[in-house]
């Protein structure tokens, strides 16, 4: 026999415990995926309705005359990459999908800098080009609140007004559903009138807006808001997708570990049987031998 | 009086769907009106009360800024906080689902 039934003993007892550790972080991240797509959920009406907003005022002369909208092709500025993570690992390929679609990026965008959320992202990054990171957002351990992401979106937003970079893009999680997530590019400014996904029935009868207290007043106040609900939004999503990768990774880990201990097991109770035939073989030959 | 339908939209969820008489904002330049028919507009608010008139009762919160947008009889407000929600009928409490 390969092994000792004692060192067997020993390892299905350990495979057992960590099942157990695996099992239970697959239902606690069940239920705080429950909560982060309920938020998600709540929280998109907001951004919604302000890109269909936008959509419908974004083709008018005040609009496209905004430094928002403004492209910065000629002036060679370098892009600037929000890098959304999650802060701990054990969620199967979720972080490493996302780098590797960040390092895509930097092989178009050789001179993009970083702003990173989440402690792997920023890990990551902090290894190969420290000097690259502009700034960088860590431990909001999945918790949404509305300070953390109107911080981040006034320092985009602060970046791109004072002209130190060209454009802003975003790589986060985008969810699919509660088993498919994948890494989700995202332009962020210069505001495309295009992106705001406007129906043709819709662009076709355009709606004569008032604008109150005048139309630069009404881009002014409109357009921080929505990049703002923009970033709220994927962080609510990223936080999404990191809870189920780590659900559906613990399910894989669990499902594991049950292999693994039946395969012991089995072998434990080969070993033990061969062990009782050689004992009694030995018996037998033995009186066998007095008979004899 | 004519109804036109009120959403409430705060940057966490909708909190308010319901059909009302009358709105009034606190616009930039100053407190204004709404009634159902209104002209489309988008106007931009500041911090205040909004006062929403149905039938026989009138409820008061309160914004910190946010928008208005009114285009065929359905009124949008934007705001990212709003305050005394939980006393308006018919308010969503983010509860049920």
Redesign the interface.
Known sequence: MAKGIKELRLRIRSIKGTKKITRAMEMVSAAKLRRAQQEMNAARPFTRKLQVLLGRLALSPTAQEHPLFEVRTEEKLPALLLFVTSDRGLCGGFNANLAKAAERYLRDKPDAQLYCVGRKGYEYFRKRIPERIVGHSLDLNTKLDGETADGIGNFLLARFNDRAVGEVDIISGEFVSASTNRPRRQRYLPLEAKAFGLSDEEAAKPIDYLLEPSPERVFDALLPTYLRSVIYLALAESFTCEHSSRMLAMNAATKNCDELGDSLTLQMNKARQAAITTEIIEIVSGAAALEG | MADFRL?I??????VFDESVTALTLP???GYFGVLANH??????LKAGKVTIRRAAKEDEVEIF?G?L?M?NNVA?L?A??IKGMETVAGAKT?KE?
């Open positions: 959403q939209v705060t940057s966490q969820r909708t616009g930039e330049s002209a489309p507009i988008v106007s931009v800024g928008f947008e285009s949008t934007l990212e906080e983010g689902e």
